[in-house]
């Protein structure tokens, strides 16, 4: 999917959508601001984009309101069309089916799901396995082509009632449930994944491993051998802080420091 081993995804957290308490009612200026960020990344070298209804705060379980279903549509047909890269999504708060769908009508290329197997419980409350009914709707939409990344013990979130189930056997478990691939994070945005635990769940499964928050230019090397995808946001953003713009200097820097990676 992206052309090359460890790949470098940027992530635009897109501004507050209709139907969320901080949309301001200019969709316009989101899609052009989506639109500037998203250059930013394919002109600086990075290799596929996600984008994420992040600041839709607080988040509904499990779904979203139709409006926002449509205007993620827009922008991710728009970005699609702009960018011609890889382009994932992830609506929150586990709205998977309202994310293949928008992946689905604008040819994107993968969905991050949270959620997909074991129970664990969110900010929103208790988030049960979706890997059956999002599975089948795949098949059903004849989309085979539009990968799963799932979240495996997911950030902003407790793990206490899967407590004796471990990350590289919740991985495995994905896997069975047929994920394309498995998202290993830490405890919250920002925070870097623990490699051991990496290097635990890359041999634990045969599908593909992407390290989900806490990338920088100056740890990638820890997650290099044992990743295929590095999802990066807070680290190409001013200051290093995810709510702000996209930094084009620290995106500069990111590609450089992919530049050295060790051969794999």
Same mark, same amino acid.
Request: proline content about 4%; hydrophobic content about 40%; overall charge negative.
């Given at each position: 999917?992206?052309?090359?081993?460890?790949?470098?995804?940027?992530?635009?957290?897109? *501004?507050?959508?209709?139907?969320? +308490?901080?949309? =301001?009612?200019?969709? #316009?200026?989101?899609?052009?601001?989506?639109?500037?960020?998203?250059?930013?990344?394919?002109?600086? &070298?990075?290799?596929?984009?996600?984008?994420?209804?992040?600041?839709?705060? *607080?988040?509904?379980?499990?779904?979203?309101? +139709?409006?926002?279903?449509? !205007?993620?549509?827009?922008?991710?047909?728009?970005?699609?069309?702009?960018?011609?890269?890889?382009?994932?999504?992830?609506?929150? @708060?586990?709205?998977?089916? #309202?994310?293949? @769908?928008?992946?689905?009508?604008?040819?994107?290329?993968?969905?991050?799901?949270?959620?997909?197997?074991?129970?664990?419980?969110? =900010?929103? &409350?208790?988030?049960?396995?979706?890997?059956?009914?999002?599975?089948?709707?795949?098949?059903?939409?004849?989309?085979? =082509?539009?990968?799963?990344?799932?979240?495996?013990?997911?950030?902003?979130?407790?793990? @206490?009632?899967?407590?004796?189930?471990?990350? @590289?056997?919740?991985?495995?478990?994905?896997?069975?449930?047929?994920?394309?691939?498995?998202?290993?994070?830490?405890?919250?945005?920002? #925070?870097?994944?623990? *490699?051991?635990?990496?290097?635990?769940?890359?041999?634990?499964?045969?599908?593909?491993?992407?390290?989900?928050?806490?990338?920088?230019?100056?740890?990638?090397?820890?997650?290099?051998?044992?990743?295929? &995808?590095?999802?990066?946001?807070?680290?190409?953003?001013?200051?290093?802080?995810?709510?702000? +713009?996209?930094?084009? #200097?620290?995106?500069?820097?990111?590609? !450089?420091?992919?530049?050295?990676?060790? *051969?794999?």
């Amino acid at each position: 999917m992206f052309g090359k081993k460890c790949a470098l995804i940027g992530v635009i957290h897109i *501004p507050a959508l209709p139907g969320a +308490p901080g949309y =301001d009612g200019n969709l #316009e200026r989101i899609l052009d601001e989506c639109c500037s960020e998203s250059l930013i990344y394919k002109e600086e &070298g990075f290799d596929a984009l996600i984008i994420e209804n992040t600041h839709d705060v *607080p988040y509904i379980k499990g779904r979203v309101d +139709p409006e926002t279903t449509a !205007a993620m549509s827009v922008i991710a047909c728009t970005l699609k069309r702009e960018t011609r890269l890889p382009i994932g999504i992830q609506i929150l @708060a586990g709205a998977n089916i #309202e994310a293949l @769908a928008v992946a689905h009508a604008a040819s994107l290329d993968f969905i991050r799901v949270e959620g997909f197997v074991y129970a664990h419980i969110g =900010d929103e &409350g208790i988030h049960e396995s979706c890997a059956a009914e999002l599975v089948r709707k795949r098949y059903n939409l004849r989309s085979q =082509d539009i990968k799963i990344f799932a979240d495996i013990k997911k950030k902003h979130s407790s793990h @206490a009632i899967t407590s004796d189930i471990s990350l @590289a056997e919740t991985a495995k478990d994905a896997e069975y449930f047929k994920a394309d691939g498995v998202i290993v994070t830490g405890s919250r945005t920002g #925070e870097a994944a623990d *490699p051991q635990e990496v290097r635990s769940v890359r041999e634990a499964v045969s599908i593909a491993v992407l390290i989900g928050s806490g990338v920088t230019a100056e740890n990638m090397q820890d997650y290099a051998k044992n990743s295929d &995808g590095l999802i990066i946001g807070s680290a190409a953003k001013f200051d290093g802080h995810w709510s702000k +713009p996209v930094d084009r #200097e620290r995106c500069k820097r990111l590609i !450089a420091a992919s530049a050295t990676l060790p *051969p794999v």
